[in-house]
């Protein structure tokens, strides 16, 4: 499971509202991440921006102006089937934000820790 390290008791259930989210519409995901922000830990940031790629594009990274559903529901679809696709959008349609800056950092969010697990081995 992507962002496994940030799993606690308290925070258990986001894994299954970032499930739930993955096939929910903009308005509601957002109106979700409105609800849910101001409580969540920086552990629960951590875990829900490793689980959904909107909302470490939104809440996290402040990238308001990739609010907008064709954006929306292009992550979505780069969440669903990272790889082995051709994505030929074109120019400022956020394949440079979504994919690789946003996918790179969520990498990170999702590897880092067994890197340095490893390296001190």
């Not at 259930?13 to 979700?32: F, G, I, K, Q, W």
């Not at 875990?47 to 559903?69: E, K, M, T």
């Not at 990498?107 to 067994?114: D, K, N, Q, Y």
Request: glycine letters at 6%.
């Amino acid at each position: 499971m992507k962002g496994e390290r940030y799993v606690d008791s308290a925070n258990r259930c986001l894994v299954d509202l970032a499930s739930r989210l993955a096939y929910a519409d903009m308005p509601e995901t957002l109106s979700t991440y409105e609800a849910l922000r101001p409580y969540m830990r920086l552990k629960d940031v951590a875990l829900f921006g490793c689980l959904d790629r909107f909302f470490l594009c939104v809440a996290v990274l402040g990238r308001r102006d990739l609010v907008h559903p064709w954006i929306y529901d292009r992550c979505r679809e780069i969440e669903a089937a990272p790889d082995g696709y051709l994505d030929l959008w074109a120019r400022e349609h956020g394949k440079s934000s979504l994919i690789t800056c946003a996918g790179v950092i969520q990498e990170v969010l999702i590897g880092f820790m067994g890197i340095v697990a490893n390296a001190r081995h």
